[in-house]
């Protein structure tokens, strides 16, 4: 199978393209090599061909995509405190990126794999029990999940007025090797591993449910063998926690004390609770998630982040001094 991936230098990308090409794949990665980028991570698969591009650039995509049978669209702006100082790159790449995909699959007959997020959903009550489920309303609330409703109503429309053979898929919060620093997870290890306190927005009893990114990996790659074009699945593995839940794990994994983090300034319009109900992937496609702990996971990541500081240093100083400029430091 040709697979191409955009966005396959970020982080979830990356992680999607080690495990295509140990499932047998041949994959071209485009991606624009943006400041969210680690073409690092690919270093050790020399067989991924990599096309630097813009997927919002019909002249770069649709001869690839032409070359390939399958595309797996990962390629996004995808902070969303970004997306709060300047929406622009969110609309053109989110939007702007997906049309044009879809512009060049409607062509050329190539299955499309779109990779979504449970934000466009909106969020739910912190004591609401309910979970987010293929049939629940849009309701995205940032320029970023905004962003990303609208590329899943593309997709469905591409699909039923031209008769685009695609799936979308709609994960909860990743957390892995390769995630870039100004994330939650990785912004608290790196804080940790510094001699640092971790920076909690606000009271930090927002809740989102962490899966491991190989749990997102091998879920896609379970949605291109027995998917069916025109559906929609929600990938999830329960991993429900508060923000303040997971940085005191991350305290006590680096032998810190349980208060030694510091609440600064909330996100404005921040969401309160994500939450998925997985069951139809699980019960019509069989997949089920491997790290079912995310203390586990969670140590593991700090294991990786240690020994990756050549990788994520560069980089820290600049992504803190942004966080301090907006009084989250
Ligand atoms: P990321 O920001 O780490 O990586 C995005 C990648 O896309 C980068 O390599 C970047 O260079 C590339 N890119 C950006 N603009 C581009 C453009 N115009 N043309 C080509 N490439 C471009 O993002 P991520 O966290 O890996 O997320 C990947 C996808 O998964 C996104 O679509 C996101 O919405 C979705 N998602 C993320 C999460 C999460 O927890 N991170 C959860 C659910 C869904
Ligand atoms: O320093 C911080 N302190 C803090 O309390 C940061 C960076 C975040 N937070 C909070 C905000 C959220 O409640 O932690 C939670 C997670 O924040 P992010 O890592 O920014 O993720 P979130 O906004 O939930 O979105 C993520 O999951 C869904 C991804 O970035 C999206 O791309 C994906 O769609």
């Not at 489920?133 to 849009?138: A, F, N, R, V």
């Not at 962003?147 to 990743?174: E, M, P, Y």
């Not at 990996?217 to 025109?230: D, N």
Request: charged content about 25%; some cysteine; glycine content about 8%.
């Amino acid at each position: 199978m040709r697979v191409l991936v955009t966005g396959g230098a970020g982080f979830i990308g990356a992680n999607f393209v080690e495990h295509a090409v140990a499932q047998g794949a041949e994959v071209t990665v485009l991606d624009l090599l943006t400041y969210a980028a680690s073409p690092d991570a690919l270093a050790a698969l020399p067989q991924v061909r990599l096309v630097v591009g813009d997927v919002a650039d019909a002249a770069v995509v649709e001869p690839l995509v032409a070359e390939h049978d399958v595309v797996v669209h990962f390629a996004a702006e995808s902070h969303n405190d970004n997306s709060l100082r300047d929406p622009g790159p969110f609309i053109r790449t989110n939007l702007v990126g997906t049309f044009t995909l879809l512009e060049a699959v409607r062509r050329t007959g190539a299955r499309l794999h779109h990779v979504s997020t449970d934000e466009v959903y909106g969020d739910l009550a912190l004591d609401d029990p309910a979970r987010f489920t293929e049939d629940s309303p849009y309701r995205p609330s940032s320029p970023y999940s905004a962003s990303k409703a609208g590329s899943d109503h593309l997709v469905r429309a591409w699909g039923r007025s031209f008769g685009v053979r695609a799936t979308l898929s709609n994960c909860s919060n990743n957390y892995g090797p390769w995630q870039h620093v100004e994330k939650f997870i990785p912004r608290q290890i790196t804080n940790l591993l510094d001699g640092g306190r971790p920076k909690v927005y606000g009271t930090g009893a927002q809740v989102r449910d962490w899966i491991h990114v190989a749990d997102h990996s091998a879920a896609v790659w379970t949605i291109l063998e027995r998917g069916v074009p025109g559906e929609t699945y929600l990938i999830g593995a329960d991993g429900e926690r508060t923000n303040l839940d997971i940085v005191r794990t991350l305290l006590r994994l680096l032998g810190r004390d349980a208060e030694d983090y510091d609440l600064v300034a909330d996100r404005p319009g921040h969401d309160q609770r994500y939450a998925i109900d997985s069951t139809k992937l699980r019960r019509e496609l069989g997949w089920t998630p491997r790290f079912a702990d995310v203390e586990a996971g969670l140590a593991d990541v700090i294991a990786w982040y240690r020994g990756h500081e050549d990788w994520w240093r560069p980089v820290k100083a600049g992504t803190e001094a942004a966080y301090a400029a907006r009084g989250q430091a």
